[in-house]
């Protein structure tokens, strides 16, 4: 049994930190002008007050020094804040202007934090301004912890082929990197300033200063909460300056690699970008799903060249990367459409980003075993080696990836069948599976779909939905591994 | 460039063969009483002459003594046979009853020969016994040339982790498998003594003999073309022995694999059967979905136990081996069942059975491949090992196998992304592109289900499901292997 004492005070001080970030969502309920708006800022003064003495007293009950974590207790540290944040991140919806139930309240706070984007709110466009800003800083803050987890935790516990980057963060021959607090500083500071970059450049061509923010916070995060039930779309009036093309170029954005992204601009090396073999698949498929589907637009309803291509680069990156955006209703572009949409979705962005999904570097692995594998059939006796980023990829590497693909594509499954089971339709149950293990946000068809949310399904749907965003945002391992009765041994 | 020679040597004497065994559906239908079926005679007649004398000119020019295939032959054998096998066997449908066009045939023929059994066809009820003898062949002949392969190719060229059994076929040690000829035969006699036995039960429970005839060829193949438009169905009339018992029965042995059904037999240690790991766990896995569907059935509609286990039994055993056949419309089951088949339509019977889809080996060592993945997160210094059947699994096997899931639903999200561009609803898209790679038979819904068939596809969407089917049978990597430029060098 590993000991506890340094998982519950770290978790006691994030559970501590969140409530302190509460005091903003409630800064803004209080200079609303609305009245009614007003009153939601006592939600986020309780939910603060409990957070911080929640944590507070599980930190003080632990406190002492931490030496080192061994990796139990890093495992153990991940899933327990993580849940942690999610359950004290929820208590402001159940007391606030919604009066939602603590399982949608869940639900909302998981699909936030995790930065998958499902809602079970509908009526944002009334919404007061805390409420809005809430969900979209659980996002936001959801996607910090991403960007440090995949490059502090994942590499050193060895999730799913995350270590082919473990070399790439530790080197220590990269003198600039003093420590691993710093590393995780500078990586914050570029997420900080590209996410103030995309909120005055949305904020310039015309988007209201809230919104801008919102989705600016929401955008990086590639998490695709929005403060309009008609999304990004409702802000694409005529007249208006194309600021899908912005959200586009940011949704990207967040789905590159921040730790090469950080190199980059620490040494001036932008050559370095354009080297990156992950970048470089990841943009080539993404244009090469822009295309796909600008062409079938263009060929299949009356529309010009530009808006064919302005609908599928923002629909398509925000359904590959993950963000879950919307500027229509794509499920309403016919079968082809449907069906690209649906396996695109599991793709998401590179490793090391805040988006989610089996991401790029996987399919790239994976692309390699395929054809390490079809080369050894065809000459036994050969000796083949394949490589990623110049470096030979192991059997290890290779079993972790492919095992990563079976376990994503066995949980989709798993929780298609349990949805199914509640009397979901096929499509419903599919792509709200898909997009809860993938955390994407919005699914297919009718109920789930871009133009709907997920109010209707039941509760124990919406707990197992959650359950699923945590073990795809995770990467399945980290809370599969704290299921292994060896983990607790010894 | 590996030697062309043996390998239309070999594909030349199996297509003369073939036209040999059209001699039989001609006689059958020379034998009916209905004149119009009768005059069906003469398209077997037809193609039986030019595939014996195509097959046999190609094998008069390749003629020579064969030494050894390499490995390369053994690719370029396995899939220019397969293939020619279909183009010949097509034949008789387009000269045939339904005056059928090329890609029907071809598709037809395609479902056959891969032990599929989806098919374009309706009116069976009134169809020449000819053509409905052939199509049972078709699937029977498939199902002796999948034994074999599985048995003498496939571990051989080390497919999607078959090395597996390849000790276990080859071990020396075993002195009563004088040669693999020897061997071959083995598998062959007690394949065609279970269909005897299929055969004479059927028979004796009283199905017409040459309905029983039919339904012997293709449920030992797990095949699932049937004499009926209503399958298996049509012949469960009130007062009938439970026909569907022994069907279930006979699927089910269908799905083991024969090479240990052989050495069992030839032993006489039955005990080696029920020590197998794939058969525990297959009759396991079979069994609980059975019961979940029974449980399911009985608490939904108004049937009684029996019935709901009848009902369960049949159609689960029949989509969880591929076998395809219906006993009635489970796609109007809900959305439970609907889920439910779609997800155990992957999975197939044993390694070395004429079953298709995912095998039960590969699931048993994917978990495997977590279970060592997990113990090696959660203590890193520990040395950890996997055994399948006793012995330890390589990491070349894991490679394999994850690879083998990985090219799998690879090649389906492409298939169903390729159906819904022909503008196939979602539910057909995907059941179609499934039961086109795990060569099951039927798909869900309206237009591919139990109920319906296959005549109302674009002609492309045929033409790429019978490219899924045989990409399935031949278990993937023995078509992507020719694929490879390395392939075709030195
Ligand atoms: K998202
Ligand atoms: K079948």
Redesign the interface.
Known sequence: MPNLRPVLLVTGVLVAALGVAMLVPMTADLLARDPAHRADWTAFATAAILSIFSGGAAAAAAWGPIRALD??QG?LLTAASWLALVAFGAIPFVLGAFDMTYTDAFFEAMSGLTTTGSTVVSGLDDAPPGFLLWRSMLQWLGGVGVIIMAFAVLPA???GGMQLFKMEAWDTSEKFIASAAQYSLGLSLIYIFLTALCFVLLWAFGMPSFDALNHALTTLSTGGYSTRDASVGAFLTVGRAPLDLIVTAFMIIGSLPFGILLIAVLRGEWRRLAADSQIRFFLFTIAAATATMAVYVYARFDVDAFTAFRLSAFNVVSVFTGTGYATTDYGAW???A???F??IMFVGGCAGSTSCGLKIFRFQV?LA???L????????HGVFVEHYNGRPIS??V???V??F???Y?ASF?TL??A???F?????T??SAAGTAIANVGPG?GPVVGPAGNFASLPDAAKWLMAAGMLLGRLEF?TV??LL?P??WR?
Chains 1, 2 share one sequence.
């Open positions: 990796v139990r495992f516990l060895k999730i016919g079968a082809f449907v069906g690209f649906f396996c994976a075993a395929i054809r594998y079809a080369r050894r059939l065809a000459h036994p059997d290890e290779f079993v972790s492919l095992s693909f079976f376990i594509f499954a298609a069948a949805l199914s089971g009397g979901l339709d096929a499509i149950a599919l297919l391992f599969l591994v292994m060896d983990f010894r």
